[in-house]
């Protein structure tokens, strides 16, 4: 059976994005925005952009996500975006349409272009390109779930994870939607990589993603934060929760015992209005804030014990 799918969307000025994209990411981090101002041939890659999005007018765009048709949020995510918007003075509007995952899943291909941070290029799997010399190659479809490379919040974590991953570590992705923080950190050399998410359509993404890469290493669990989540002999050297400020909060607590002496933890997905939420939660368990990168509105912290 089919799963069917609500499509929140609200379009505006090009200048207004990031403001429509800060209260949409309240509801679902897993946005999917079309803004053409940066839009044009790339040097290496220009012949896969489609020629509609070189001609789109570049004064507009929109932001979407998407939820279970049956979802119990979705009435409540209506009136609060509809609220939210009104009060910004009706620069933004908003549609809500039904739409079956078959449509989206190929729908938004035309705008996943090939992306770089670091030495890590990630790939759209179906196009077949080839990295340049150097670099690591990480091939992703992301299907349903969230991280594809382009948004502020993956791209952070990913440069963090290449400073920070020390050789044959054991990793654990926290919130993995499509793995690939986990698939990058295999291919960096990690020895081994845990990647975990509450919902079941993302591990199966991610482990199909991390076979794709021939990454044997990374094991794609389902759990609610670190509920099932193995405890390994010596802790995990390095971790990344590339979620939103409030569950960060609650991923803190527990999060200790499954440390390595030493070990980093990065935390993205915090947009800057609740970045004081989570230093005073990291400072409340004991950790100490090692280095902050921000990114448009987006912030990421990385943080160690003691």
């Given at each position: 059976m089919q799963r069917e799918w609500i499509e929140f969307k609200a379009e505006t000025d090009s200048a207004l994005l990031d403001t429509a994209a800060a209260v949409m990411?309240?509801?679902?981090?897993?946005?999917?925005?079309?803004?053409?101002?940066?839009?044009?041939p790339d040097p290496l890659?220009?012949?896969?952009?489609?020629?509609?999005?070189?001609?789109?007018?570049?004064?507009?765009?929109?932001?979407?996500?998407?939820?279970?048709a049956d979802s119990p949020e979705?009435?409540?995510?209506?009136?609060?975006?509809?609220?939210?918007?009104?009060?910004?003075?009706?620069?933004?509007?908003?549609?809500?349409?039904?739409?079956?995952?078959?449509?989206?899943?190929?729908?938004?291909?035309k705008y996943y272009r090939p992306q770089r941070v670091g030495r890590i290029a990630i790939l759209p799997a179906w196009l077949g390109e080839e990295p340049k010399d150097g670099e690591v190659a990480v091939r992703m479809d992301p299907g349903m779930a969230f991280g594809t490379g382009t948004h502020e919040t993956t791209r952070l974590a990913l440069s963090m994870i290449e400073d920070y991953?020390?050789?044959?570590?054991?990793?654990?992705?926290?919130?993995c939607g499509s793995g690939i923080l986990s698939i990058a950190a295999s291919k960096l050399g990690a020895r081994r990589c845990i990647a975990c998410d509450l919902d079941p359509d993302a591990v199966r993404v991610a482990r199909e993603n991390?076979?794709?890469?021939?990454?044997?290493?990374?094991?794609?669990?389902?759990?609610?934060?670190?509920?099932?989540?193995?405890?390994?002999?010596?802790?995990?050297?390095?971790?990344?929760?590339?979620?939103?400020?409030?569950?960060?909060?609650?991923?803190?607590?527990a999060l200790p015992a499954f440390l390595a002496?030493?070990?980093?933890?990065?935390?993205?997905?915090?947009?800057?209005k609740s970045e004081g939420l989570v230093r005073d939660a990291l400072e409340a368990n004991g950790f100490r804030i090692r280095r902050r990168e921000l990114e448009h509105d987006w912030v990421a912290l990385a943080a160690a014990r003691g």
């Open positions: 990411s309240r509801i679902e981090p897993a946005l999917v925005i079309e803004d053409h101002r940066d839009a044009g890659y220009g012949e896969l952009v489609d020629e509609s999005i070189l001609s789109a007018d570049k004064s507009r765009g929109s932001v979407a996500f998407y939820l279970p979705a009435p409540a995510a209506e009136v609060f975006l509809r609220e939210r918007f009104a009060a910004l003075g009706g620069g933004i509007v908003l549609t809500v349409t039904g739409r079956r995952s078959s449509e989206w899943e190929e729908n938004w291909k991953l020390p050789a044959n570590a054991a990793f654990l992705d926290v919130g991390a076979e794709k890469n021939g990454c044997e290493n990374v094991l794609c669990v389902q759990s609610d934060l670190l509920s099932a989540v193995e405890r390994i002999p010596g802790g995990y050297q390095l971790v990344a929760a590339n979620l939103v400020a409030e569950i960060i909060v609650r991923l803190l607590p002496p030493g070990a980093v933890c990065l935390f993205s997905g915090i947009i800057d």
